[in-house]
Every structure is written in structure tokens, then in C-alpha cells.
């Protein structure tokens, strides 16, 4: 029997998520306690150590969910598990790898890529070894994909050209151009978000048709339309990160028309697919159910802040506030995180390896995670305000923040409590997964089982 | 960009300046935007060579060359003349708009 690592993807995701979220409680207690840890590791260190770890979770868990669902629901053969093998090893090589760049300093990276720039080779690798897998295992035995193929191969190509272009400023035509280099690394930040998106939303479109037993729901006309919008949005609809950022005025224009549309679609297909669900459907993968139904939550309200910072008249006060922080919490959190724990929920209920778990703890879990999250967002908002309030100039000096401390304490208040919610879910689901990781990694032949009989009998 | 101003912006990325740090509203929310810090009658290059060295309550000690200093002071030099942020003198339409001011 061959090894399946797709959960040992999830687990690591999994890992990286409650160390991400635990260096996200050490950098916001430097908003109140200014020298906090700055001898031992500054916040210029501590940041990207924040970012890298929740990028990889959301990361590493989308594509270990595409490996196993690929594999055990569809019931596909994989082209290359030696390939998908390799893919693990090296992004759990460069797991360990950023945290030593980080720490040590060995920096060089631009924001959110701020490890040694040689590390993207192995990452972009690993892409390339994804993207061959799944292209050839799809293409050799699916005919007619349904929008969530498509989705996730469009979300994997579209990685591997917006990770590269997010490197353009190492080539000296952009280096030597200000405005230019920084508008494209701001744009291929917007498209590589998008891009994880397609991986992330495709992974919601597909536990959508699972829980309801449908593929029509992924075949349907708006669904494609909408995959089409998220596309062009991956593409040009970045550019409300970078309205004051002197550049020519019509990739604002463009911007501007493109981002209203895509999540009032997302929202009706969601809405409609709930509608549609039975009694007997939702009860049968009630967490995964509820955290679906909770990043619809999370899309209408991020979507109400979406629409208005599209705005380039609103966007002139929000740009570069917490407003702007509370909108990638929002959807970071409360729109991929939710659905990937749908994703882990789905997969745990589908194995009969997993032990019995404490639905009331789950629920209470669940309810904790989003009411935390909603009140962390909220003073996310009310701290970008004050910024406005304040003037930009006189933002970030250190009299401000001692004239807003209050604020600033209720902040890390908020997120203590969101840190705690979140490793309410995320180590009950290690501790359960870890098994079934250990069944797939080690799968036992049919020998092994009576041998195992026959020791038990003895 | 010049050799000095490009050799400045390495050191910006080595020691991830952005995390604290914004150029036109982008980076980090610690410290204050650096768009137009050069040109700030209060403040200027002299200002932001100090501070490198001395740090602050959240921002350590940097032990830059005074080299090192005039190439970060270059950098920033450069990103200045290319444009305003805040951009003060936006005009901001009824239709929502934003008109900017180029430098």
C-alpha cells in the first residue's frame, strides 16, 4: 500500500495556525506595552512571523483538503503520489526553514514574503509539483468538470504566476521605478489572494454539493458566471489597494466596476444552496454545515466594508487604517478560516477513525469563535477611525498612542479572546486528525490484519 | 532610482522596515507613515538618521554605518519626490471620485 500524506498537509495547516495566531497575541501586546520582547525578538521580527504562519495555514490547508477529497471522495487516482510525497517534503522543509530566517534575522523578503527571497524557489516548486498532479490526475479521468475542478486548477496556476510576479522587483526595470514596484507588488499581493480564494471558495462550492448530495449546485449557470467574476476580480480587481498611490487613473475605474459584483453572487449561491437543504442533510454534517453558514455571515458583512472601500472617496480616509485590518480579518478569519474549518469538520466526520467528540463543546466553540471574532472586527473598526479622527500625520507617533491607550487595551483584549476561541477548535481537531493521519501515512495490508486478529485471539 | 537610494531599499527589506512602517498607507501600523517624513519642515533626513540608531520605546536599536544611514536616507529621499501621502490636496467629487495631486 502507498502512503497518503493529503492529511499531514491539514495537520501542519493546522499547527501553523495556532502558532500564527499565538505570535498575532504577542505583536498586538506591543500596541500597550511598547518594549515587550523587543530584546529578545523585535516586532519587525515578530509580525512576518504572525503572517507567514496564517498564510501557510490557510495555504497548506486548501491543498491538503483538494488531495484528500480528489482521492477518498471521488475516488480518483492520483498521477504521482511520489510527487505529491516530495511536494509535502519540501514545504515542510521550508515550515521549518522561515521561522530560523525570521528569527535570525535573515531577512530580505517584501511584506508578507519577508523571509530570504532564495526560499520562494521551494515554494514555487512545490506549486509546480501540485499543479502537475492535479492537472494530470483530473484531465486523465474527469470529463465536464464541475465550477470546483476549475476552480481549484485556475486557483493553482494563477499561485504560481502571482508568486513569481510578487518577485518582479528583484528585475531592474521594476527596481528602478518607485511607483511601478510598488504598485505591481501590491497588485500581485491582491491577485495571490485571490488566488488562494479560488482554492479556498472552490473547497466551499464543493462541501456545499457534498452536504447537499448535488453536483448540479456546481454546474449550474450562476455558479460559473460566478467563478468567471472571481476570476476577473483575481486579475483586476486589486487596484482599491492602491488608489493613492500615484498611477494612471483608469485602474482605479476598473477597480472600482469590477469589485461590486463578485461577492453579491457568492452571497445568492450560498443563499440559494441553503434554501435547498434538507432537515436531514444538515444535521448529518452539522459542523461543517455551521461553519459554512457562518462565512455567509462573514461574506455579507465584509462585503457591506468591501463595497465601501471601493469607493475611492471613502477609500481616501480608510486606506492605510485599521479599517483596512479589519477587512483582511474579516475575511482571512471570518470567510477562509471558516470554511477550512468546515473543510477539516467534513473530512473528521467521514472517517470512523475519529473519536467521539463533545457536540456541546463544539457548539459552545463555534459560537465563542464568531462572537470574539465580530467583537475583535468591531474594535478593529473603531481604532481606524480613531486613526481617521486623528489625521494621518499624526498617526503611529508614540503621543497618540498613549492618548488612545484604552483602546488599544480593549484591542488585545479582544484578540486574547480570539486566540483563545480559535485553539478551542483548531487542538481538538489535531488531537482527532493525528490518527487518521497515522492510518493513511501507514496503511495496513490485509496481513496485518490477520496477524493483528490472530494476536488478539491468542 | 540611484545606486545609493537602490542600496537603501535593500536594507529597508533586510530589516523589514514595512513591518512597522507604511509608504503611502502600506506596511505596517506601529510607527508613522514615511511617504513625505524627508520633506516634513519638523522633521527631515537629520530627524530619520537619529532615529535609526537610537530606536524608540517599540523600535530597537539599529546599528547602521553612517553609510548605511545615507543610503536609507537616499531611499526615502526618493520615495518622497514621487508623490503625497496623506494626499492633502485630493479633490474629492461628488460621484465619489478622488482626484489626486501628482508631485
Known amino acids: 500500500m502507498k502512503r497518503d500524506f493529503s492529511l499531514l498537509f491539514i495537520l501542519l495547516g493546522l499547527i501553523a495556525l495556532v502558532i500564527g495566531v499565538l505570535f498575532g497575541l504577542l505583536i498586538s501586546m506591543v500596541y500597550i506595552f511598547p518594549g515587550f520582547f523587543k530584546d529578545i525578538v523585535p516586532f519587525n521580527q515578530l509580525r512576518p512571523m504572525h503572517t507567514s504562519f496564517v498564510i501557510s495555514w490557510i495555504i497548506l490547508t ?26 509535502f517534503a519540501i514545504y515542510f522543509a521550508v515550515a521549518l526553514i522561515i521561522p530560523f530566517s525570521l528569527l535570525t534575522n535573515k531577512m530580505g523578503g517584501r ?4 523571509f530570504t527571497p532564495v526560499l520562494i524557489l521551494p515554494i514555487l516548486m512545490g506549486w509546480v509539483f501540485f499543479g502537475i498532479n492535479y492537472y494530470k490526475t ?7 468538470w464541475p465550477a470546483y475542478y476549475w476552480m481549484w486548477g485556475i486557483g493553482i496556476a494563477f499561485m504560481i504566476f502571482h508568486l513569481s510576479e510578487s518577485n518582479f522587483w528583484m528585475f531592474d526595470s521594476f527596481r528602478k521605478d518607485f511607483i511601478k514596484d510598488i504598485s505591481v507588488q501590491w497588485k500581485s499581493y491582491g491577485s495571490f489572494v485571490g488566488s488562494w480564494n479560488m482554492l479556498v471558495y472552490g473547497t466551499a462550492l464543493y462541501l456545499m454539493s457534498k452536504i447537499k448530495d448535488d453536483v448540479k449546485i456546481a454546474r449550474g449557470r450562476t455558479t460559473f458566471f460566478f467563478m468567471f467574476l472571481g476570476l476577473t476580480n483575481l486579475m483586476f480587481g486589486w487596484a482599491h489597494h492602491t488608489y493613492i498611490i500615484p498611477t494612471q487613473p483608469w485602474i482605479r475605474y476598473v477597480a472600482y466596476a469590477i469589485s461590486m459584483t463578485e461577492w453579491i453572487i457568492f452571497i445568492k449561491i450560498v443563499w440559494s444552496w441553503r434554501k435547498s437543504l434538507s432537515k436531514s442533510d444538515k444535521t ?3 459542523m461543517a454545515y455551521r461553519f459554512i453558514l457562518a462565512s455567509d455571515f462573514w461574506v455579507f458583512l465584509n462585503l457591506v466594508m468591501a463595497l465601501f472601500m471601493s469607493i475611492p472617496s471613502v477609500n481616501y480616509y480608510t486606506h492605510g487604517t485599521h479599517i483596512t485590518v479589519a477587512h483582511s480579518m474579516g475575511t482571512t478569519i471570518g470567510i477562509n478560516t471558516m470554511i477550512l474549518f468546515a473543510s477539516v469538520s467534513f473530512i473528521l466526520s467521514r472517517s470512523k477513525a475519529s473519536c467521539k467528540n463533545n457536540q456541546v463543546f463544539q457548539k459552545f466553540s463555534f ?5 470574539s471574532l465580530f467583537i475583535f472586527w468591531l474594535m478593529l473598526i473603531v481604532l481606524g477611525l480613531l486613526k481617521i479622527d486623528a489625521g494621518n500625520a499624526a498617526a503611529g507617533s508614540a503621543s497618540l498612542l498613549e492618548s488612545q491607550a484604552i483602546y488599544y487595551i480593549v484591542f488585545v483584549f479582544t484578540g486574547l479572546l480570539l486566540f483563545i476561541s480559535i485553539l478551542l477548535i483548531a487542538i481538538p481537531m489535531i488531537y482527532r ?4 493521519c497515522t492510518t493513511l501515512l501507514y496503511p495496513k495490508t ?10 488478539a485471539e491468542n | 532610482m540611484s545606486k545609493s537610494s537602490i542600496n537603501g531599499e535593500d536594507l529597508w527589506q533586510k530589516n523589514n522596515c514595512a513591518a512597522c512602517h507604511q509608504l503611502y498607507g502600506l506596511g505596517g501600523y506601529l510607527g508613522p507613515d514615511l511617504t513625505n517624513i524627508i520633506s516634513d519642515t519638523l522633521k527631515g533626513d537629520k530627524y530619520v538618521a537619529a532615529f535609526l540608531n537610537s530606536g524608540t520605546k517599540s523600535m530597537p536599536k539599529f546599528h547602521f554605518s553612517e553609510r548605511e544611514k545615507e543610503e536609507i536616507v537616499a531611499f526615502l529621499t526618493h520615495v518622497d519626490k514621487t508623490g503625497f501621502y496623506p494626499n492633502k490636496n485630493a479633490r474629492i467629487r461628488k460621484d465619489g471620485w478622488v482626484e489626486i495631486e501628482y508631485k
Open chain 1, 62 to 87: 486548501a491543498i491538503g483538503g483538494i488531495y484528500y477529497y480528489i482521492q477518498h471522495e471521488e475516488k480518483l487516482q492520483l498521477f504521482s503520489r511520489e510527487l505529491a510525497k516530495w511536494h
Open chain 1, 111 to 114: 511584506e508578507y514574503l519577508e
Open chain 1, 138 to 144: 483530473l484531465f486523465k479521468s474527469v470529463k465536464n
Open chain 1, 284 to 286: 448529518t454534517n452539522s
Open chain 1, 367 to 371: 459560537y465563542f469563535l464568531n462572537g
Open chain 1, 433 to 436: 486528525l493525528e490518527p487518521i
Open chain 1, 446 to 455: 490485509i496481513q496485518d490484519e490477520i496477524d493483528f486478529i490472530e494476536e
